[in-house]
């Protein structure tokens, strides 16, 4: 976790995931047309919204680019480097170290949609955006939340085929792999082939959030992919 919080790369994700919302708040209260209420909406609830903008970033894939760049520098670069060796004779396993990367990964994001949260809550009230409506909703707050907890499961399954991407090419291949999947994923989406299976219509929060089949494919990826990135990273050669 500590050496995710000291690159420049996370500093530059936290601050956009904070001005983002923030963005989206001056808009609307703009009446500037980058943001506007579907059906000529008068107000929405403030969980509401939040709901909205958190879901839009998730379809804009932004998470995915974030767990891009953040990957690659926790451990592709840390191969390219070296300095894994030094990880490794410090760890009591690869294993406990893989998990180790992950969960700082994990972490870092989850900060980082609590903060686009607050900011979309703090947004609404900074510009006293008559509009949003701030009372405690029962409805709106378990759709945000389900939304979030969706969001975050699609990012944590992203983050681990960005780490076992890492161990078989490196920094820039990384983002290459990471970018490649996006795009091939929504040419198959469009071709209407499999789409429940893509991560690109996975990644839809807003059409398949309450979906337990999306939920159940997004646990067999996690599941996939955290097996084959520990058998890897096990049996991988990094000493050299």
Do not use: W
């Amino acid at each position: 976790m500590d050496k995710i919080s000291k690159r420049k790369e996370t500093y530059l994700f936290l601050l956009i995931f904070f001005t983002i919302p923030i963005f989206f708040s001056y808009q609307l209260n703009k009446d500037s047309g980058v943001v506007a209420l579907h059906s000529n909406r008068a107000s929405i609830n403030i969980f509401e919204l939040i709901d909205l903008y958190l879901g839009f970033i998730t379809s804009l894939f932004l998470p995915f680019i974030a767990i891009s760049g953040m990957t690659t520098s926790t451990l592709a670069r840390e191969i390219e480097e070296g300095s894994i060796k030094l990880y490794l004779s410090h760890s009591k396993s690869r294993s406990s170290l893989f998990l180790a990367k992950f969960m700082s990964l994990a972490v870092t994001m989850l900060i980082l949609y609590v903060l686009f949260c607050a900011s979309g809550y703090l947004g609404s009230l900074l510009f006293d955006n008559k509009k949003v409506i701030f009372d405690y909703n029962a409805e709106a707050i378990r759709s945000l939340l389900q939304t979030f907890l969706y969001s975050y499961i699609v990012t944590i399954v992203l983050e681990l085929i960005g780490l076992f991407s890492s161990l078989f090419v490196g920094v820039t291949g990384t983002y290459i792999v990471m970018l490649g999947l996006i795009f091939i994923s929504k040419i198959l989406e469009l071709s209407n082939i499999s789409k429940e299976y893509l991560l690109t219509f996975l990644c839809d929060s807003a059409k398949v959030k309450d979906s337990n089949e999306a939920i159940f494919t997004l646990c067999l990826y996690l599941l996939l992919f955290g097996i084959l990135g520990l058998i890897t990273f096990k049996k991988m050669d990094v000493k050299k």
